[in-house]
């Protein structure tokens, strides 16, 4: 299946690469920026120097512009990516439709093909864009702040690891979850469609025998269904993201509070100090952005 779903990104692999490869130098570039950091604050500010001082200045905002360059990129052409692949699969869809039997659609409801046509092509072309460079840029972004974070101070680093594994459960326990409630909750798009299709396709026949309040009803039972199942999907993400955020301030108290300890005791210096408190946010946006796509 995978293999098959990659054999869309073979029209459009030049677009790709530049998306990709943007992203990975976007990731780069914002791992480098605690260590500039850090030297700005050990190096340059006891020098004195102004003109170093400007200079340095100057060449981390020279920086910005180009990350700021490359996120245009990643989120324009990015989607443009995700969007050729979505048209693709869609007119893909749409023409095996064209071929199948008379039973086949006996057996489904013109709502549910309409959102599959629709809204879960759009979903697949959201993955089609942000899936492979997500999954890269999270892994790079995890690894190579832990090593950073080690280069400056080992015992802090292996401090933070040891929350790693809250911050995880929290993840793999709802992230399954939301999985279900928001497949869910697209057939309850699917049952909507289809209950509206069926109710403007015989308007005539409902409104000549006076049913509408036997379609309101209907309706109404659908939407409710709608609604309490769009409630379990944002009580579910409200308790995912809740806790990954403590685990996340958690971690930052715990680091303030044993950093402080090795600045005081001279194994750690001051910039070394604020670069890794910085680091530590790096270190923990892949895990948000993966609770946060979950």
């Known amino acids: 299946m995978l293999k098959q779903f990659f054999a869309y990104y073979k029209p459009w692999k030049k677009l790709f690469y530049v998306d990709f490869g943007s992203a990975v130098v976007s990731g780069l570039l914002e791992l480098a920026f605690p260590i500039a950091v850090a030297v700005f604050i050990?190096?340059?500010l006891p020098s004195g120097d102004w003109n170093l001082i400007i200079a340095a200045s100057i060449g981390l905002l020279l920086i910005y512009v180009i990350n700021t360059g490359l996120m245009v990129v990643v989120t324009y052409w990015g989607h443009m990516l995700g969007i050729n692949i979505e048209t693709e699969l869609r007119r893909r869809t749409f023409d095996h439709i064209q071929k199948l039997s008379f039973r086949f659609f006996d057996n489904q409801k013109t709502?549910?093909?309409?959102?599959?046509?629709?809204?879960?092509?759009?979903?697949?072309g959201e993955v089609a864009h942000h899936g492979p460079e997500d999954v890269f840029i999270a892994v790079m972004t995890f690894i190579g702040a832990f090593a950073l974070m080690f280069a400056v101070n080992p015992q802090l680093a292996l401090i933070t690891a040891c929350i790693v594994p809250f911050t995880g459960w929290v993840t793999t326990r709802y992230?399954?979850?939301?999985?279900?409630?928001?497949?869910?909750?697209f057939g309850r798009v699917g049952e909507f469609n289809a209950r509206i299709e069926e109710n403007v396709g015989g308007i005539r026949v409902v409104q000549a025998f006076a049913n509408e309040d036997h379609e309101r009803a209907l309706f109404a039972k659908d939407n409710e269904s709608y609604r309490k199942t769009k409630l379990d999907a944002y009580r579910i993400m409200a308790a995912s993201m809740s806790l990954s955020y403590f685990g996340m301030r958690l971690t930052q108290l715990v680091v303030m509070v044993a950093g402080t300890y090795y600045v005081m005791e001279g194994e750690l210096s001051n910039g070394g100090f604020v670069s890794f408190l910085l680091l530590v946010g790096v270190f923990f946006r892949p895990v948000e952005k993966i609770t946060s796509v979950l």
């Open 111 to 124: 709502g549910h093909l309409v959102g599959r046509v629709t809204k879960d092509l759009e979903e697949i």
């Open 42 to 44: 050990d190096e340059l």
């Open 175 to 185: 992230g399954g979850r939301m999985a279900r409630t928001w497949r869910s909750l």
